[in-house]
């Protein structure tokens, strides 16, 4: 399967400020897909990226494919303490390999 | 909207027993696939399954096996549970086999919580 670095594991921000969550692959990636989890729940689908230096929006959410298929990254701008959870990215044609996940908190 | 169910929240097993997580979709779904999550770890695939009655390994097979006697339904089993194998454990189903040739996704159950003691 495809391998997938996350990072950071950890984020802790002010409401307000930005934050950005990363992956990873030293192979080519045919797909990318982001989900939240928040606290005690389930994962949920945001978006699936599959086009070389794609760019998606959802309101403060931006969503970016590196050029080479090989990074991408998820940056939420203003956070606010609902976009409180972990994030995941997840890459592969018939099964997804997922990365480790960021947590991300924030503090009021 | 897509339903996930999961037979239950909360598991307590003890080393050695039989445990049974049982998965159900409601949406018609061809593809079923069972995770276990664990903090630092993240998702780790342990089998799927894209038609009735066919299964392949995931990354972490060993331990499990699984049935699918019915399409909506897809059963994880630890055939002697063992301590290691506490975990959340998450069912998930797709409708598209390709997933990067369409926007499909996948649907997650709830979760069931296993504590092997």
């Known amino acids: 399967g495809q391998q997938v670095m996350q990072i950071p594991q950890y984020q802790h921000v002010q409401e307000g400020e930005d934050f950005t969550t990363y992956c990873n692959s030293s192979?080519?990636?045919?797909?990318i897909q982001w989900y939240k989890q928040r606290p005690g729940g389930h994962p949920v689908f945001l978006i699936q990226?599959?086009?070389?230096?794609e760019v998606k929006k959802q309101k403060r959410l931006t969503f970016q494919f590196g050029e080479a298929k090989k990074n991408s990254s998820l940056h939420i701008t203003a956070t606010q303490t609902t976009d409180v959870g972990t994030y995941f990215c997840?890459?592969?044609?018939?099964?997804?390999?997922f990365g480790k996940g960021t947590k991300l908190s924030v503090i009021p | 909207d897509v339903k996930v169910t999961q037979s239950s929240r909360y598991l307590v097993k003890r080393t050695g027993e039989k445990v049974f997580l049982e998965c159900v979709q409601d949406m018609d779904h061809e593809n079923m696939f069972w995770y276990r999550q664990d903090p630092g770890l993240g998702l780790r695939l342990i089998y799927f399954s894209y038609d009735v009655k066919m299964k392949e390994k995931g990354d972490i097979p060993e331990g499990y096996s699984v049935s699918r006697e019915k399409k909506e339904r897809f059963s994880l089993i630890l055939e002697s549970a063992s301590t290691n194998q506490t975990s959340m454990y998450l069912c998930a189903s797709s409708s598209e086999r390709f997933l990067a040739a369409s926007q499909e996704t996948q649907y997650f159950g709830p979760g069931t919580r296993l504590l092997v003691l």
């Open positions: 192979t080519t990636l045919s797909n």
């Open positions: 997840g890459a592969g044609s018939y099964q997804l390999t």
């Open positions: 990226l599959v086009k070389s230096g």
